[in-house]
Nanobody, 121 residues
């Protein structure tokens, strides 16, 4: 069992930055790959970024590539999402999740409760 708690969301102007954190508790966090997802009102949840258990491999959605950076600190059981050059279309609830798998078909077993990010124009 892994419990995930996101933080760091808020209201920011377009062009600004935020850093989201996802703190994990429970067993073997360092053995899981982690992902960030988001869901805007009226839209389906979408993939944002993922990072391997070691942090050596990452992947991003095209819409955030070059603006967002995912990282992790296994000693702190935390995964981060640094978001720069934010756009109004980045407004969504952001969720972190973990999976024992890797890749686009990975099944994410555990999810956090989400944190709201609002970008004003």
């Amino acid at each position: 069992q892994v419990q995930l708690v996101e933080s760091g969301g808020g209201l920011v102007q377009a062009g600004g930055s935020l850093r989201l954190s996802c703190a994990a508790s429970g067993r073997a966090f360092s053995s899981y790959a982690c992902g960030w997802f988001r869901q805007a009102p009226g839209k389906e949840r979408e993939f944002v970024a993922r990072i391997s258990w070691s942090g050596g491999n990452t992947a991003y959605a095209d819409s955030v590539k070059g603006r967002f950076t995912i990282s992790r600190d296994n000693a702190k059981n935390t995964v981060y999402l640094q978001m720069n050059s934010l756009k109004p279309e980045d407004t969504a609830v952001y969720y972190c999740a973990v999976t024992p798998d890797w890749g686009t078909t990975a099944r994410y077993n555990y999810w956090g409760q989400g944190t709201q990010v609002t970008v004003s124009s």
